[in-house]
């Protein structure tokens, strides 16, 4: 048996990864950031191609019971675990408490699904909530990798030129060529549409880009030479563009939803006017790309709730519970009543569909492991909200730039988490391990930097006494 192309090409880096690891420890890890900023991972809405080799993420032959990018994950997790010296810093409420809650929850749903004679694949497949406890993974890693404001610095900008060459290059290719080949509505729908990405992780990338420009062009102008202030003028532009343009309504919401509080946070002059320009330039725009989505299918059905969630109401606007995403969470919410405690296993199925997952990330969660996986993953949600309401006036304005774009990032993805299908996605459940840890590593950041500084002090006053005494 052959692997595919896709994971031969990413056996060798992880080799030298590996070798890079001793000699650079946070090298690995922005490599591994890179690679899920820069690669998609849908193949929904592509045509089928016989030569198609999946993606990087995928698990090409079966031949691991995960992928190879999930294996140097674990991989680059032990290796910060081995060889980072400093100390884990718990904040409160910490979310990592409840993801290491649900990373125990899981493994014993997993000893009890051996026992049971479920085969390790089956218990480990992307339909289940092992990417939950991926995402818990990559949250250590970058806790115990960024420490210092300087080092999340450095990643902010690093996640921003990288983001900000993704959005180039989709806009560039939707101008110019044929937009993304994954493009469900003109390949399956026959609407004559081109979007620049299907992928709602390079509309999130967008938005991280956003919120980064914003803050880093209002709050740290003093830190940026002038070249880099153009660049985050270009980067909140292109990052509008790119989610404007991928016709994606969990986008749209999102961008709504992310980026109006993120406007609230800055001075009232500079607030008004943001508000004033950005917001109804940006609802123009929506509106002009609503009406080339959804009015180019040939019905005249106008502007009802069938027009704009077609997959949930029927034609009359009535809520249609024989097809569609409905009908899944009926049918659903009846195996959760059957065992609503610890649900049907990561490994069950509805019987009625023989279907793996639901649209929905909340109650997918619930589905599969019940109240009790549902309640952790819930406190967590909550406990990562709480924390950035509470530190968001405790942190310096300069230094407040990852938290802000990274609970923008959990904002702008509320709408997928609800009603999309983020914990059957690997790089999606990645990148919430990423605007997850930002907020924490800011507000870690500074204490270190505050407590070194009140060391340094102490030092400098009692070297004067000893001096003075001499």
Known sequence: MKLEYTQLGLLVPAIILMVMAILRPKWPTYTYIG????????????????????????????????????????????????????????????????????????????????????????????????????????????????????????????????GMARCAWGLLRF???????????????????????????????????????????????????????????????????????SYRRTAWIGLALALIPLLWQLPRRIRIIALSIFVPVTAAFIAITTLQRFGDTGESVGFTMSLFFGDVFDRGGNIDTKRGRFSELIAASRAIANSPAFGIAPWGQIDQFFQDFIHSGLLHVMLKTGLVGFGIFAAATVAYVVFVVRNRQRISTVNRGPLEAGFAGFLFMLP??????????????????????????AVAAQAAGRKYNDSRALRATRDDCISKRI
């Not at 694949?121 to 406890?133: H, K, M, P, T, Y």
């Not at 919120?211 to 292109?238: D, P, T």
């Not at 997928?416 to 590593?441: D, K, N, S, V």
């Open 416 to 441: 997928t988490l609800l009603f999309g299908t983020p914990i059957i996605e690997y790089r999606t459940m990645q990148m919430y391990g990423l605007i997850f840890a930002m907020p924490y590593i």
């Open 175 to 245: 101008v110019l060529l044929e937009g993304d080949p994954a493009n469900y509505y003109a390949n399956y729908q026959d609407i004559t549409i081109k979007l620049t990405y299907f992928d709602i992780n390079d509309s999130l990338v967008a938005m991280l880009v956003i919120a980064i420009s914003i803050w880093e062009s209002v709050y740290a102008k003093q830190l940026n030479s002038r070249i880099w202030r153009y660049m985050y003028l270009l980067g909140l532009v292109a990052g509008l563009l790119t989610i404007v343009f």
């Open 35 to 162: 690679i899920l900023i820069c690669f998609s991972a849908t193949t929904y809405g592509l045509i089928p191609d016989a030569d198609s080799v999946g993606t990087i993420y995928g698990r090409g032959k079966g031949l691991l019971p995960i992928s190879l990018i999930n294996v140097l994950l674990i991989a680059l997790v032990i290796h910060s675990c081995l060889v980072a010296r400093r100390k884990y810093v718990f904040a409160s409420p910490e979310i990592g408490h409840y993801l290491a809650a649900y990373c125990a929850m899981f493994f014993c749903y997993a000893t009890y699904g051996i026992v049971s004679g479920v085969s390790l694949e089956r218990i480990l497949a992307w339909q289940g909530v092992f990417n939950v406890v991926n995402m818990a993974l990559l949250y250590l890693l970058l806790r115990r990798t960024f420490s210092t404001t300087h080092q999340l610095r450095n990643l902010c900008r690093f996640i921003f030129v990288l």
